[in-house]
């Protein structure tokens, strides 16, 4: 064995014990944390890069996760997790500019999803995504 052969066996063995090096398998199942359809939606107020994120964990196989998750998790099955598809409600926001972004990412129906948009206020926020990210309760 070569010096750069230990060298590099070394160094796998090290990430190895790590938790830094891990096989194909068993990094996909790791991310699969969740059984059924679930959701971890975040809202950040001004935008991506400000402060102020609420977030919450939407489990649908029994609705749990935030106040209205029986709500949410019906609107989403209705559109098969498909956030985009969500139908907008008929209401009046005001128009004033206080930005809001909303991301979810899991797994709905096998699938995985991951939805962001920003929106130019949270009452528009609500009427295109129901109850999905009404997360304050």
Known sequence: MTHLTR?????????????LLTAG?????????????????????????????LGALLLCDPPLGHAHAAEACAELDAVDGDIDR??????????????????????WNGRWV??????????????RTGSVFRLDG
């Not at 590099?8 to 938790?19: D, K, N, Q, V």
């Not at 996909?28 to 994120?53: E, I, Q, Y």
């Not at 991951?114 to 009427?127: G, I, L, N, P």
Request: glycine fraction near 10%.
């Open 25 to 53: 398998p068993a990094q996909a199942a790791s991310r699969d944390t969740h059984p059924g359809n679930w959701l971890h939606l975040t809202v950040t107020k001004g935008g991506a890069r400000s402060g102020g994120t």
């Open 86 to 107: 969500i139908p907008a409600a008929h209401v009046f926001c005001p128009m004033v500019f206080a930005p809001v972004t909303a991301h979810a990412r899991g797994r």
């Open 7 to 19: 060298a590099a066996a070394a160094a796998g063995a090290l990430l190895a014990a790590a938790g």
């Open 114 to 127: 991951d939805f962001e948009e920003t929106y130019t206020s949270a009452c528009v926020m609500k009427a």
